[in-house]
């Protein structure tokens, strides 16, 4: 039986375990560019990425023919290059996003312009996928290594909480743990900075596919506020199957909808609270639902969560916001931003700011474009 899976067939491991270059190189090149996109998510750098991955495939090679079979040919390599990347990683610091906030008040006009200019035209209105998936790498680059790693793998790469452990080598429980808190984490800045979610919030980086993607659609105060029902279809976020022009489109329409809910409804006296004994608390509720959301609560247990959600104002809304959250980061997982194309742009722009160089970082977004050249400095 062949335990690897289709990506490595066994014969062709069992040669490169035996140490043929060739074999191991078929082998390699299958998993290149899952372990690109793992890299680059992780340290926000093509160039860091690319000497990662070849440092990867080095050790790999040299250790491949003490690989057990007991976990997936994909899970040894992520584990390897998660070591690598963790490795790199350790002594600097997550990027701070407030230099993003930061950046977006003193040139906001410009970030509209060149937007615009670039790939946010609603003929190319596919393309704003590739700018909110450079905000969610962002983010994700702000988190502590571990919920860094954990978020990247399962959210973003598609590992199970299982297989995310074995390639962290780590336990289930601290995978999920961290998972959770990088969630939460990720969910606080979405809702507390990111337009798309309220239009009243100061990042302003999609301003312009906001516009975009509200063309032609109602005022969130014209529309209804959504029921229960309505929530669990349209949740807030794409998901991971929508495209194109599509997926950024109903991400913008649900999240005004969600957004709508009015401060008192997230205050916990305001909740109807099951004060029965024995009941669980709404903090013991929270680090619940991020099993809720992969459906991994027992039966009876899921049955309290549930319930406690859907009397408790303050749990709903948690669980929207982290749903929506998780939803959005996987429609925009698959994204891989070459250079010189507007999502690479957008993405050496955003990575450049990140590391205290606002010129090069304007440079890398405006390239050659003529209208944005000096003026006595930047217009």
């Known amino acids: 039986m062949d335990r690897t899976g289709p990506d490595a ?12 270059r060739d074999a191991f190189g078929e082998l390699a090149e299958e998993h290149r560019a899952a372990l690109l996109r793992l890299c680059e998510k992780m340290t926000g750098s093509h160039e860091e990425a690319e000497d990662l991955v070849q440092d990867t495939l080095l050790k790999a090679f040299t250790r491949i023919e003490g690989f057990e079979l007991r976990s997936s040919l994909r899970t040894w390599l992520f584990r390897i290059a998660m070591n690598a990347c963790l490795d790199h990683q350790r002594a600097k610091k997550p990027w701070d996003l407030d230099k993003r906030w930061q950046w977006f008040r003193e040139n906001g006009e410009l970030v509209k312009q060149v937007e615009q200019t670039l790939y946010l035209s609603p003929e190319r209105s596919a393309e704003v996928k590739e700018v909110a998936a450079t905000c969610v790498n962002c983010i994700t680059m702000s988190l502590p290594p571990k919920q860094r790693a954990t978020i990247t793998l399962c959210d973003q790469m598609g590992l199970s909480r299982e297989e995310a452990a074995r390639a962290i080598g780590a336990s289930v429980a601290s995978v999920k743990t961290e998972l959770h808190r990088a969630r939460k984490t990720m969910a606080g800045v979405f809702e507390s900075h990111c337009q798309l979610v309220d239009g009243q919030n100061e990042c302003d980086g999609c301003l312009v596919a906001g516009r975009i993607k509200r063309q032609g659609r109602p005022k969130a105060s014209a529309r209804r506020s959504p029921s ?152």
């Open 9 to 20: 067939p066994l014969a062709l491991l069992e040669r490169a375990r035996a140490g043929d």
């Open 228 to 379: 229960t029902e309505d929530t669990e279809s349209t949740e807030g976020m794409p998901a991971a199957s929508s495209g194109g022009a599509s997926a950024p489109l109903d991400a913008a329409s649900a999240a005004d909808a969600a957004s709508s809910t009015p401060a008192s409804a997230i205050n916990p006296s305001a909740s109807s609270v099951d004060k029965r004994p024995g009941a669980l608390t709404c903090d013991q509720i929270d680090e619940l639902l991020s099993d809720l959301i992969e459906g991994d609560l027992p039966h009876t247990a899921r049955a309290g969560v549930e319930a406690h959600v859907a009397t408790c104002a303050r749990c709903a809304a948690a669980y929207r916001s982290l749903k929506r959250t998780v939803r959005f980061v996987r429609a925009h997982a698959g994204e891989r931003f070459e250079p010189g194309t507007p999502g690479g742009q957008y993405f050496e722009f955003v990575a450049r700011l990140m590391q205290d160089d606002p010129e090069g970082a304007l440079d890398a977004l405006v390239g050659g474009i003529p209208q944005f050249a000096d003026k006595g400095g930047r217009q």
